[in-house]
């Protein structure tokens, strides 16, 4: 790795039923807003591309900020059970975490 470390991200992922599109999105901002409550801002998107007919695919980010990486991490558990967005995810919720470089 060249350039120092400017910051960490975290990359949530998760299929859903096309069909479910509203109520992904309702679930969502009930995420953000109970995620705001804690300092915590909250990026959301779908995917673009063609996918299999009837999936959705959607990605939360995060910037860890001040936030300890469990800490951030079971504030985003807890909500997303408590919105309902972990009842409409297909399969497994998939993270990632990444390191911002500048190089």
Same mark, same amino acid.
């Given at each position: ?9 975290? &990359? ?7 069909? %479910? %599109? ?21 990026? &959301?998107?779908?995917?673009? %591309?063609? +996918? ?17 990486? +469990? ?5 985003? %558990? ?17 993270? +990632? ?7």
């Amino acid at each position: 790795m060249t350039g120092a470390l400017a910051g960490l991200s975290v &990359f949530i992922y998760f299929k859903a039923n096309a069909a %479910d %599109d509203a109520k992904v999105l309702a679930s969502i901002r009930a995420h953000r807003d109970t995620l705001l409550a804690h300092g915590i801002v909250l990026g &959301f998107w779908r995917r673009a %591309d063609p +996918e299999a007919a009837g999936t959705a695919t959607w990605m939360e980010t995060y910037e860890v900020g001040n936030h300890s990486m +469990e800490s951030l991490q079971t504030c985003i %558990d807890a909500s997303a059970s408590a919105s309902g967005l972990i009842s409409l995810s297909q399969g497994p919720r998939h993270v +990632e975490r990444f390191e911002r470089i500048d190089p």
